[in-house]
């Protein structure tokens, strides 16, 4: 799995006289390290040293640093074609520091491992309806599943250097979970349940444990760990809840004061069914998960949010008129939000994750019907809708992104920690970091 990184702008060391030599040294690892992250195939020195301009003596030392700290490797050299050796490749390296993504929702729990390469290396996933379950119980279990993951990891030779957690809801400062509706959490305070339990190891700049929402994180996954793709999108998550992340210009947007996203809350009929929330007519309760379900004739069937778009797909793989107008209906009223939503950003795709991604063969079609309909410049700009890449996994993978993110665009923490303390550096399974 490919890691689409945001390679920035490369300054030279043109204003050098005027740094500090510790922030120089941090900026050019920086630097080299985000542009073999960001590189087609696998540069040598000279290749770094010619699109950066630093000199080739800098980036050797550089290099040097990031293979010593386990962030590069050298790939395998390409076959020879003409006198001389032929330049050993750089990529990033897989067996240093890794990324834990946590999620709870309304009916699981999962844990994935992803290494600084962008591959996903351990997902474990448990079934669970977690709206009866207090949310100390709920994240005690949580912590239990992060254990395996990090033990996996651990036996792979990597190091957790930090965990992200995805939750169904608006977070707050500090990970204080303001309202989860669907799990019924409201002020949770998040890091305060899980203090007990070391999610990661201490890695200088990188939070152990980051609380966001799954909206938020799986947008991220779809941007770093998808397929290349557009820098200003929408993924929508469709469970029982519909949340959205917002991606401009490469960069998640949060809003004024982080609660960006809800689209699910959207009114598509302003005098239309009572909403959790209070409101009328939301979108949820027309293209979530339960409303679909209804409509299809299966409310009551208390299925898992997997099971339930499963089986939705089969009923209409196999032309259940019920279902099939459920997904119609749903599509329509999905497509009218977010016509709303790109008439007002101005973006250029539209991702349907969470539960909507296998359902994309039947939401999609009326989506773009809306979009076609009701975007001003759909004739001459049209919007790609597609299913995400990651499907339901993505918040975990997205959470996990975010942390080795963090690595790549600030590699000087995590060889400040990994030089300072081999246990920190090399954890193994004898003795765990
Ligand atoms: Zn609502």
Redo the contacts with the bound molecule.
Sequence with gaps: MAVVWQCQAVNSTSSAGAVRQGSLRELNLAVVLRRIAAADRPPSRAEIAAGTGLTRATVSAVVDDLIAGRLVAEAEPAPRTGAGRPARGLVLAGDGPAGLGLEVNVDYLAACVVDLTGTVRHHLVRRADLRPVPPADALDRLATLAAEARAAAVRDGLTVAGAALAVPGLVGDGGLVRLAPNLGWRDVDVPALLAGHPLAAPVDGIPPLVVDNEANLAALGELHAGPPGSASFLHITGEIGIGAGIVLDGVLYRGARGWSG?I??I?VQPQGRP???????????YAGQEAILAAAGLAGADLPADTAATRLADLAGAGDPAALAALADAGTALGVAVSGVVNLLDLDTVVLGGGYAPLAPWLRPPVVEEISRRVLTAAWSPVTVRPAALGASSAAVGGAASVIRRIVERPVGWLATSSTSGSTARCTTASPC
């Design positions: 809800e699910g809350h009114p909403c959790r929330c209070g409101g009328r007519g939301c979108l949820e309760r």
